[in-house]
């Protein structure tokens, strides 16, 4: 039996090309892998302040439990959000749609107070929002939960998300195991993948960092025993004024078997990053309140109800309190200081002038 020629050259040609790009495939050490993921954390930490408007759209729905949306809230779906922070001081809206109504629910950090409002269209009468002092809580305003944190796998708050995770979790993470990283293209994108799995579980996980936009991550895939298997994938685009990569588009997906069982899609709009917003986002006046909004002051410092007029605070009774009024506090500078040092001594020299007197009329 004769040998075709032109395929024992075909073949051959074949194996050497798969050797070769066998040979030049890059062996990545975990020096390299450090160095990749460090950039991709870095690109986070260079947002600073931001103002965001997310909208949440859930294209597949399902009625099994540990997916279905329903049931992750009382309030209802999450559908939208506005989040705003600038310094210490934060801001997030939460649109829940339930009953047909769509709801508001506000928490707000701003200088001096923290703010609580819920607008509930089917409840009737009018809506309240609670006011704190700052002093008046334990937590610092830094390591308080469930605001919006650049932290998050997808820039959106753990506790409304399928997958509520933190990107340290799956990047630069000492309890990884198996971690591997190869070249990849996803999408039309250049990528590094970097595959492992975690110390104490047989669950496998891959994430796609695109090396043409600073490393961020663009997919990660999370397949546990059981057959069950979680999608996350991430659109950027850049910012202009501040040339960062930001994401523009959040899906997360999941599959029991073959059978996709959740879809998720957030858009993002980029309102302001790394700029410095307006104050009154984060004082009542920026709250939109309805005219004869309730206001509850801290019950443990001010035991006593006021509405809000539209301009400001007033009590029941048509007062206007000092308490809830933003004050600046004094900046103690040098001259401030001297002259109350100088106010002191001089009622001291009266004093002791005074009892100097006293004391020759008694003499």
């Known amino acids: 039996m004769k040998r075709c020629p032109l395929l024992v050259s075909v073949t051959a040609l074949f194996v050497v090309c798969s050797l070769t790009r066998s040979a030049l495939a890059k062996e990545y050490t975990l020096a390299d892998i450090e160095k990749v993921e460090k950039k991709a954390i870095a690109n986070r930490e260079r947002i600073k302040n931001w103002h965001l408007k997310l909208a949440i759209r859930y294209e597949i729905d399902t009625t099994t439990p540990e997916f279905d949306p329903d049931k992750q809230d009382e309030r209802g779906k999450c559908v939208g959000l506005e989040i705003c922070k600038d310094s210490d001081m934060f801001r997030e809206d939460r649109f829940f749609q339930i009953n047909g109504h769509i709801n508001r629910y506000v928490r ?35 390591k308080l939960p469930l605001y919006y944190d650049t932290k998050m796998l997808g820039f959106v708050p753990g506790d409304i998300r399928s997958f509520p995770e933190e990107l340290t979790l799956f990047i630069r993470n000492a309890q ?41 991550p663009i997919r990660f895939d999370f397949v546990f025993p059981g057959e069950h298997s979680a999608f996350f994938e991430i659109d950027y685009q850049k910012h202009a004024s501040s040339g960062l990569w930001f994401p523009e588009m959040l899906r997360t997906s999941a599959k029991k078997g073959e059978r996709q069982v959740f879809q998720e899609v957030v858009d993002i709009e980029v309102i302001s990053l790394n700029e410095k917003l307006t104050p009154d986002l984060f004082s009542e006046k920026g709250l939109n309140l309805p005219i004869g909004t309730l206001v509850l002051m801290n019950p443990e410092e001010i035991p006593d109800t006021y509405t809000w007029d539209g301009e400001k605070i007033v009590g029941l009774s048509g007062f206007t309190p000092t308490i809830p009024v933003a004050i600046e506090p004094a900046k103690w500078d040098a001259r401030r200081i001297l002259l109350l040092v100088s106010g002191i001594l001089l009622i001291a020299i009266a004093l002791w002038k005074i009892y100097q007197e006293h004391r020759k009329k008694r003499t």
């Not at 707000?108 to 309240?128: I, N």
Request: hydrophobic share 35%.
């Open 108 to 142: 707000l950090l701003g200088k001096q107070w923290m703010y609580l409002y819920a607008e509930q269209k089917e409840h009737d009468g009018p809506p309240a929002i609670q006011v704190f002092s700052r002093d008046f809580l334990t937590t610092p305003p830094a």
């Open 176 to 216: 990884r195991k198996n971690l591997t990283m190869t070249d990849a293209e996803l999408n039309g994108q250049k990528c590094y993948k970097i595959d492992f799995g975690f110390v104490g579980n047989d669950n496998s996980y891959s994430v796609w960092l695109a090396s043409e936009k600073d490393n961020n």
